[in-house]
């Protein structure tokens, strides 16, 4: 039989035990050395550097086949709210629509640099800025269909399928608007050539779309799409930055500098440039640009 006095040193050999096996498990995930791991606002501005994730996009960004030289308006913002910032940009990888929080959960870069549309659904895997600059949402139909030129509501028919890509704002937008409407709706892999190209060709009535896409497409097709729905945009869409979610120093930051930008008057500078790929710019800066569809 054991002693009180063995069983007390038992007892505080097995709470020992337990303890160690706890804190062990409280730093499985943490960095080598058991230190907290840095935040992307940390090391943005220990480094000095920005990490980008973006999207080739005409024309809100462009690059250079030749000299790798971006331009667009997307380029031009970050080029100004880098300068607010004091540090420098590393274009870091090239993303997708779908995938562009994958980099940003998996620290491959800081921030995505090419604007995204502002919806419920982004929001649930990143953390969004105050908008740089709107654009619109349109519905598009076939130049040698007049069955919708001015009433949306004829959208919102069993016999009407509308195109568009699988978990974008553009689907979203084919719910709330044309619930009643068929839906062609094509893989988040696809471009917005892909919800076009099936409308021109028949499998779609209505390509949900933004104006630059349309206009490119129209340059070198025989087959064009025209706006429809009275020419009134469908949805407005703020452009915001995203990071990743919990980085809340790094989005407030950002904030903050965006509205210094148009506080200075280059925001609403680059806006006026881009007119009409842009239709506006931050709420209370007036550019003097309007939509297509309200001239």
Not at 211 to 226: A, C, I, M, R, T
Not at 266 to 281: F, H, L, Q, T
Request: proline fraction near 5%.
């Amino acid at each position: 039989m054991r002693s009180p006095f063995a069983v007390i040193v038992i007892a505080a050999l097995i709470a020992a035990l337990v303890s160690f096996g706890v804190v062990r498990a409280s730093h499985v995930g943490t960095p080598a050395g058991g230190g907290v791991r840095e935040s992307a606002y940390e090391r943005v501005m220990r480094t000095g550097v920005i990490r980008c994730g973006y999207i080739v996009y005409p024309p809100y960004l462009l690059k250079d086949p030749n000299t790798g030289q971006m331009s667009g308006p997307a380029f031009d913002f970050m080029q100004v709210i880098a300068k607010e910032l004091q540090v420098r940009l590393e274009w870091s990888e090239e993303t997708g629509w779908g995938t562009f929080h994958e980099g940003l959960n998996g620290n491959r870069f800081d921030l995505m640099c090419v604007p995204v549309w502002q919806s419920g659904a982004r929001a649930r895997i990143a953390l969004l800025t105050k908008p740089l600059y709107y654009n619109a949402l349109y519905a598009f139909a076939r130049t040698d269909d007049n069955r919708f030129d001015q009433d949306p509501e004829l959208i919102n028919r069993s016999d009407v399928k509308v195109a568009v890509i699988d978990g974008t704002p553009m689907q979203e937008v084919r719910h709330a608007r044309f619930p009643g409407a068929q839906e062609l709706a094509l893989p988040d892999s696809a471009d917005s050539s892909a919800v076009i190209l099936n409308t021109a060709t028949g499998k779609a009535d209505v390509a949900l779309e933004n104006l630059d896409d349309v206009q490119s497409f129209n340059k070198g097709s025989s087959v064009k799409l025209k706006v429809v729905a009275g020419g009134q945009p469908m949805r407005l869409f703020a452009n915001v930055l995203a990071v990743r979610q919990g980085e809340y120093a790094l989005k407030a930051a950002l904030d903050s500098v965006i509205e210094a930008v148009y506080n200075s008057g280059k925001g609403a500078a680059i806006v006026r440039i881009y007119s009409p790929s842009i239709e506006g710019a931050m709420p209370g800066y007036d550019t003097g640009n309007h939509s297509p569809g309200a001239k």
